[in-house]
């Protein structure tokens, strides 16, 4: 089965022989306190350091998803408000979970053709500012967020990676609160995500004294300091992010490869179809090069158009993702993820040569 879905999305065929043998090392059964399980939490965090480049002193815990990262942020490190600029359903989302935790949250949502830099930021005390570095809904992505650091110097900048972390090379220094679940570019099945703090984050958290859930950050933390989790965590899914990290390359390698492959999928469509949508044409969703995200593609055509175009792909064995959010019917999605093979994107191009309109050919 091939598959472009962004999230769940293809894991690396060696998930495979990893189930196996950690079905056959006794990892499924091992006491969340032991020292096996200690080594292998120790081991992922390690290489997660060493292989994404995340600095020493910034802090890793394991939980459950990205969502609930949105709900940590709220809980524990939100004293005032938390501000929200997005573009996009995730952005969306992440605002409307800290409003149902907050008393307040400040919303800026911006067109997605236009670059954050671009904004009008409006005067605000909020504690945490919060982006999404890859909106997976609409294909955008941020390179990077200089006003936001320079109107909000003592907030905490929180970055929702869940569709780009350990795909493309993150500048961790640019924010205090990262995260990203497993299910996206780590290859892995879902039901586990990362969640990354600077040291000045943690001074907040100290601040602020939450410990009042079972997954307060300051918890957590007495917890991670001692390589161990807050509850009986997904060990095998901590052993098998641990093995993953182990044989994937430098996050630089991976990063230019999914950069490389990202800008042949967007010449591919620009060279080959018909962009008129009127037309029965594809295009992709997002006209401006730099707001194009590396990691998740979005490619519009008519409703009835990414339908077919659906159905057909599904009937070769290839499944691509869904519109998502106000693109749901408009556009199809294609995951650019480090897990995806060269013969799987091989596959995907010739079905869509052979089933799409292709530009017309003018002789002179
Ligand atoms: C997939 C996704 C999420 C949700 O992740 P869960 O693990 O399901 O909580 C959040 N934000 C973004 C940007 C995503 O792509």
């Not at 929200?84 to 997605?112: C, T």
């Not at 892995?188 to 990362?194: C, I, N, Q, R």
Request: net charge negative; hydrophobic share 40%; glycine share 4%.
């Amino acid at each position: 089965m091939i598959t472009f879905y962004p999230g769940p999305s293809k894991v690396y065929p060696v998930v495979e022989h990893y189930l196996k043998q950690a079905f056959d090392e006794g990892v499924l059964s091992i006491n969340h306190r032991s020292q096996t399980c200690m080594q292998i939490t120790r081991s992922a965090i390690d290489l997660l350091h060493q292989k994404l480049h995340i600095p020493a002193d910034y802090t890793i815990y394991f939980v459950s998803s990205a969502t609930e990262v949105w709900e940590i942020i709220a809980q524990s490190l939100t004293q005032r408000h938390s501000l929200h600029l997005y573009n996009g359903a995730f952005g969306d989302k992440w605002a409307e979970y800290a409003g149902r935790i907050l008393p307040q949250v400040s919303r800026v949502f911006y067109d997605y053709e236009q670059s954050i830099e671009e904004i009008l930021l409006p005067d605000s005390d909020a504690d945490v500012v919060c982006l999404t570095h890859n909106e997976t809904s609409n294909g955008t992505h941020l390179k990077q967020w200089n006003t936001i650091l320079q109107k909000y110097p003592e907030a905490l900048i929180a970055v929702d990676a869940t569709s780009s972390m350990a795909g493309v090379e993150l500048d961790w220094q640019s924010a205090d609160i990262w995260f990203a679940s497993v299910q996206k570019c780590f290859g892995l099945p879902a039901g586990m995500a990362v969640m990354v703090c600077s040291p000045k984050a943690l001074r907040h958290a100290e601040i602020i004294g939450d410990r009042k859930y079972y997954n307060s950050l300051l918890f957590m933390n007495d917890n991670f300091k001692k390589y161990q989790t807050h509850y009986t965590p997904n060990v095998l899914e901590i052993y098998l992010l641990s093995k993953i990290l182990e044989q994937i390359p430098d996050i630089s390698e991976t990063s230019a490869r999914i950069e490389a492959q990202a800008k042949e999928w967007y010449d591919f469509f620009e060279e080959h179809f018909d962009a008129d949508l009127t037309n029965g044409g594809v295009k992709p969703l997002i006209q401006i090069p730099a707001l194009r995200s590396d990691t998740v593609l979005a490619i519009e055509a008519q409703p009835a158009v990414v339908k077919h175009i659906k159905q057909i792909m599904e009937a070769q064995g290839i499944t691509l993702g869904n519109g998502y959010g106000a693109w749901k019917d408009s556009t199809f999605r294609i995951a650019n993820f480090p897990a995806i093979s060269e013969a799987d994107r091989l596959a995907l191009r010739e079905q869509l040569l052979l089933h799409l309109p292709n530009k017309a050919v003018v002789t002179v």
